[in-house]
């Protein structure tokens, strides 16, 4: 069989017969700067490790390490009915849970498309439009109302501190999010007041973050899940951590915890490597962060993630027409337009099956930038949506493979979820390469001891199981990390 490598070389050559050498000599020197070999993912993943200890010790590092409060193990025997939000970046998911225990769940769910300017809008514009859509959901559903409040999940995908699960002081906005008098703050309160203006009958129970819930439910239905990962808009991982070799919890919870007992982390690693020691960035990766509303933060997740793939191919472009080495002469006015590539942009480059015209790269050129190009832009153009994809898939694994080697997981089920995962192309192939290259398996792709598998649905199950556990926590009488 020939191995993803062997095929890969042959794609390129295929790709790249007839270019000309000015094109062709431009694209080495991308390919330079964009191939991430065996060796620096090694050495990326070794730096990793080191990373994700300084974020659980007292002191703390770059990698927020956050103790998300889900303090067992799902049995997969939770049952009940929760409400679950999940506020994405284009979408606002609300979704009804029925966990039937068995490791099985139902659910109903609508999702309400978010205006367009949230990214940017005022605080009370958010919490509004979550408690608008609340209303008008839970009125479909419980149209003769509700005996008691509806317990709920709200996942909410940026880096929260949370000193207690029903608690979300948010660090910083993600993702291109920037919206005023939320930072600094805890987002429950804010969803809860809005809720309560409008008479919703609901009670935030737990505030997850999306990978914790995709850990949590990955775990309800497959105990083998040890990972709950996401790559899509963002990128980050969620682990349970053993409660005594988290030390910044000494002194403050830890008596309350046992300390051979679990911890769920959100490990918000987003921000792996904002010292800039490790990670090869280019000159485009700097640009992506100097032109962001949050510079030198989230420098791993600006490398990999969906939100900044589309850019980086539009920054290499643009520089690339700069130079004069293609485009020429055409009015290239929208490329200049930050973020006009969102990354079902490179994705269907990758996808044209036309290898020898790439003639959906053409259409999609005219459509978006109004460009006209020829082949030999094209196949520079697919040859770059290629790089691009590779390091990111590449890149995205040294987290896995981290916490991997942190835990001693010598076979794991990495449970993944989000846009990239889904739906970019070659990104799961590369993934799996990129993790054989970490760990140097000599077996065939199917044997790989840590596989990363598709998640259970976790912002609509997760959220509610996590709600279920700490509401079981709660009528135990164990009140730690439960606000009253
Ligand atoms: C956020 C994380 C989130 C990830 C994936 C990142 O930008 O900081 O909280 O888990 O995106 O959605």
């Known amino acids: 069989m020939v191995s993803l ?3 890969a070389a042959i794609n390129r050559t295929n790709l790249l017969k007839g270019v000309s050498p000015e094109i062709l000599s431009e694209i080495e020197k991308i390919e330079e700067i964009l191939t991430v070999s065996p060796e620096t993912l090694k050495k990326i993943t070794a730096h990793f490790i080191t990373e994700l200890e300084k974020g659980l010790s007292k002191e703390g590092g770059n990698i927020p390490m956050i103790p998300g409060w889900v303090l067992e193990y799902p049995t997969g025997e939770e049952t009940g009915d929760y409400l679950a939000i999940d506020l994405g970046g284009t979408n606002l998911r609300v979704v009804l849970v029925k966990l039937l225990g068995g490791s099985k769940f139902e659910t109903e769910q609508h999702k309400y498309s978010l205006p367009d300017n949230i990214r940017t809008a005022k605080a009370e514009e ?147 490597d904002n010292e800039h020691k490790v990670l090869p960035r280019t000159k485009y990766d700097l640009q992506v962060d100097e032109e962001s509303p949050r510079p030198g933060q989230q420098s791993f997740e600006k490398m990999i993630s969906g939100y900044y793939l589309g850019e980086l191919l539009r920054l290499i472009l643009l520089d690339l027409y700069h130079d004069q080495h293609i485009f020429k002469g055409a009015d290239v006015s929208l490329l200049s337009k930050p973020f006009i590539f969102d990354t079902s942009v490179p994705a269907k480059i990758e996808e044209d099956a036309s290898y020898e015209e790439l003639k ?57 979820d989000g846009s990239v995962y889904n739906r970019y192309p070659g990104f799961k192939e590369r993934a799996a390469q990129g993790l054989r290259d970490i760990f140097d398996w000599d077996l065939e792709p199917k044997d790989y001891p840590i596989i990363i598998v598709p998640a259970q649905d976790g912002s609509g199950a997760g959220a509610a199981i996590i709600a279920a556990l700490t509401e079981k926590r709660l009528a135990a009488g164990k009140s730690v990390g439960i606000k009253q």
């Open 126 to 272: 958010l919490w509004s439009f979550i408690a608008d859509s609340l209303k008008v959901f839970v009125d479909q559903h419980f149209p003769s109302g509700t005996s008691k409040k509806l317990p709920l999940g709200f996942t909410f995908s940026y880096p929260a501190s949370q000193n207690a699960i029903n608690e979300g002081i948010l660090q910083r906005w993600t993702k291109g999010y920037d919206i005023d008098g939320v930072e600094g703050k805890d987002v429950v309160p804010m969803l809860q007041d809005a809720l309560a203006s409008r008479n919703v009958p609901i009670e935030v129970v737990a505030l997850i973050n999306d990978t914790t819930g995709t850990l949590v439910a990955s775990a309800y239905t497959d105990p083998e899940a040890k990972m709950g990962l996401i790559f899509g808009t963002g990128c980050n991982g969620a682990y349970y951590e053993v409660a005594k070799n988290i030390p910044k919890l000494e002194g403050k919870y830890a008596e309350d915890i046992d300390p051979n007992g679990l911890m769920a982390i959100n490990c918000e690693y987003g921000a792996f």
């Open 360 to 416: 959906d790269t053409e259409a999609l050129f005219k459509e978006i930038l109004g460009v006209e190009t020829n082949l030999n832009e094209r196949k520079l153009i697919r040859r770059l949506a290629e790089l691009i994809g590779n390091r990111a898939s590449r890149l995205s694994v040294c987290g896995i493979a981290a916490i991997c080697k942190k835990r001693g997981y010598e076979t794991a089920h990495c449970a993944a």
């Open 5 to 7: 490598v062997e095929q």
